[in-house]
């Protein structure tokens, strides 16, 4: 009897101290889950900027330290990566602008080109697109590849243009 008593005692404090474990366990899992996937989270550059322009056939001809690495390669090679970057460059995705006008007042028109002029002149570095589709003109920037970019450049445009909004659309690819 004393045997079984002792054995009611002990077993509960051991089944539940694995449960607390796996539970504890469980528990720093979800935690590491939580904070890798955060909006705080950074990505690294897409490209380096001082490369814009350079192609890979350039950089591998430029001398490295005290070697130089020679290219010897068909001219039909170059040819084709320039008309690979052409074609690609007008393909679109999906992705997010940031919508300044939607209206279709009679005065839409005019008013969506002031619009977009006085954008470029404060915002040159975005790009701009004004649209028609019937019977609605508007007036939509940037080319962001995730809601959490658009909203970043969303929170820059807002004190000029309190009325602009997010919206999904079929963006063109970064320029390289």
Known sequence: MKRFLLAIIIFPAVFCG????????????LQQQVQVDTVNFQRPPLADSTLVGTTIF????????NGKVELVQPQEMEQAY????????EKKR??????LFFD???????????????FQLQ????PTYRSYTNPFFK????????????????NTILPFYPKAIVVKESIYFPEI
């Open 123 to 126: 915002f040159p570095q975005i």
């Open 18 to 29: 694995s449960l607390r474990a796996q539970n504890v366990q469980s528990t720093q899992a």
């Open 82 to 89: 320039g008309k690979y970057l052409k074609a690609n460059s």
């Open 94 to 99: 999906n992705g997010y602008r940031v919508r």
């Open 58 to 65: 350039q950089l591998l001809e430029q001398e490295a330290g």
């Open 139 to 154: 007036v939509v920037v940037g080319d962001y590849r995730t809601k959490s970019d658009a909203i970043k450049a969303l």
């Open 104 to 118: 279709n007042k009679q005065s839409a028109r005019v008013e969506s080109e002031e619009l977009e002029k006085e």
